[in-house]
């Protein structure tokens, strides 16, 4: 089976840094996907992680570690704008979600 | 370029009447794809297409759910009759191959009283 796991909620502060972690544990893999979606809205890809390492995607970034099951979605710069839930989603044939991470923002 | 259309954006209905929802992926993609998403939770896979056929519908509640992409186009998800458990939010997504990235459609909020 799959377990795709992550915090339920987070809270920053506009400016600041913050790094929301996702693990994994899967039959297969193919990939790594971080969504945003905003509140009643559909989710948004944000960045895909096959190989181990870091991609940068503007003020987000995400990790990858396959040996240890472990993802990273950075954002930097936190801005208002990026309260969302954040959905970490794993490929094996087909992609499965975690629940996701509502971050909230505050000034 | 259009992105996953869905229509209806929201549908309320009474426990054991029949609903349909309609989905438009992206032009020239292949692959699409019928999540269903409780509060809370991330989506959940229901059904695959690839072109018209239905190559994973193994969360499908075969029972009351039904789906169907005729022309390997647009395609539409049934559910008959619904249930009360039913509720959530029904997202359509497509990519232009299955291993390619996933783009969802707005989805549509059902309701079931």
């Known amino acids: 089976g799959q377990n795709i796991d992550q915090p339920t909620e987070m809270t920053a502060t506009e400016g600041a840094i913050v790094q929301i972690n996702c693990t994994y544990q899967?039959?297969?893999?193919?990939?790594l996907f971080w969504y945003q979606q905003h509140a009643g809205e559909a989710p948004t890809f944000l960045s895909y992680n096959v190989l181990d390492g870091l991609e940068e995607k503007g003020r987000f970034s995400s990790f990858l570690s396959r040996s240890k099951g472990y993802s990273y979605l950075l954002l930097k710069e936190l801005q208002m704008k990026d309260s969302a839930s954040y959905l970490c989603?794993?490929?094996?044939?087909?992609?499965?979600f975690g629940a996701g991470t509502r971050l909230t923002v505050k000034p | 370029e259009a992105g996953v259309v869905q229509s209806p954006r929201y549908k309320i209905i009474e426990k054991k009447q029949p609903v349909a929802f309609w989905c438009n992926p992206i032009s020239g993609h292949n692959t699409l794809y019928w999540y269903r998403q409780n509060l809370g939770q991330g989506p959940e896979l229901l059904i695959r297409y690839e072109n018209e056929e239905a190559v994973d519908d193994s969360q499908l509640p075969k029972d009351r759910f039904s789906a169907e992409r005729l022309k390997g186009v647009d395609s539409t998800l049934k559910i008959q009759p619904a249930e009360l458990g039913d509720s959530a939010v029904y997202l359509c997504a497509s990519s232009l191959k299955t291993a390619d990235t996933q783009y969802f459609g707005p989805g549509t909020r059902l309701t079931v009283l």
């Open positions: 899967t039959s297969g893999f193919n990939g």
């Open positions: 989603a794993v490929r094996d044939l087909d992609m499965r």
